[in-house]
């Protein structure tokens, strides 16, 4: 199964790098290039992607505007936005989330991490970076009081197992990361992962993973001491 990418990038020179890169993975093929959100939504409508690579600061109608009105399309539900920028900021990540987008990456990722992005959201999967699990639960638990969360009780609902890769994708890691970490298969974790959402209702990977935070299962890393 082939794996139909949309790039949406102002700068030229990345899309071509981009589509580059993409192109030259056995299991994805690039079926357009925008240049800005408003021809990103065209060029969905038109070519029906898998997943749209999209950069956010663009001209005219912006990356998380064109998210938005793309996962709003009935007609593109089977379309998956990655979002790919520089610029990983809490007011961006929490934006990209409600608009729809289904994963979070920024630009410092290396080819494999890119691809193996677009692979996840393809599957229908949520990815978000390291950076942006840490600015959505920072975001998240500054905004939320504990005490209406859904409560440590909720994870005996869980086995060892499910808490434990619950935890790992919590602080960032991919399936495949997860897998390798734990030896098992990206299957089973994917199995884990969902058995976990399943049992504390939760819509997403992303609110599994504040839900893992708010509950204490994992700890924020304390902010790095300034240098003397």
């Known amino acids: 199964m082939t794996i139909h990418v949309l790039l949406a990038d102002d700068q030229a020179l990345l899309r071509q790098t981009f589509s580059i890169l993409i192109k030259a993975a056995p299991d994805m093929d690039v079926v357009g290039e925008a240049a800005d959100g408003t021809q990103a939504i065209e060029l969905a409508r038109r070519q029906r992607p898998d997943v749209v690579v ?7 109608v912006d990356g998380l505007a064109a998210t938005e ?3 709003a399309d009935p007609d593109l539900a089977g379309t998956r936005i990655l979002i790919l920028t520089t610029f990983e900021t809490e007011q961006y990540v929490a934006h990209a989330l409600r608009a729809g987008a289904s994963g979070f990456l920024g ?12 692979r996840t959201i393809a599957t229908g999967e949520s990815l978000l970076s390291p950076q942006a ?13 504990p005490a209406t969360g859904p409560g440590q ?5 869980l086995t060892a197992r ?23 298969s990206a299957n089973t974790v ?7 959402m399943t049992k504390l209702g939760a819509r997403d990977r992303a609110q599994l993973v ?9 700890k924020p890393a304390p902010p790095p001491k300034a240098r003397p």
């Open 54 to 60: 999209m950069d956010i600061r663009m001209p005219g």
């Open 69 to 71: 009105t793309i996962c």
């Open 107 to 118: 630009k410092a990722a290396t080819t494999d991490q890119l691809l193996e992005a677009i």
């Open 133 to 145: 699990t840490r600015l959505l639960i920072t975001r998240y638990l500054a905004s939320t009081d």
């Open 153 to 157: 009780p909720a994870l005996a609902e």
């Open 162 to 184: 499910e808490r434990e890769v619950m935890a790992l994708a919590a602080q960032g890691l991919s399936n495949d990361d997860i897998a390798a970490k734990l030896v098992l």
């Open 190 to 196: 994917r199995t884990h992962i969902q058995r976990a």
């Open 210 to 218: 504040v839900i893992a935070y708010q509950t204490g299962l994992v």
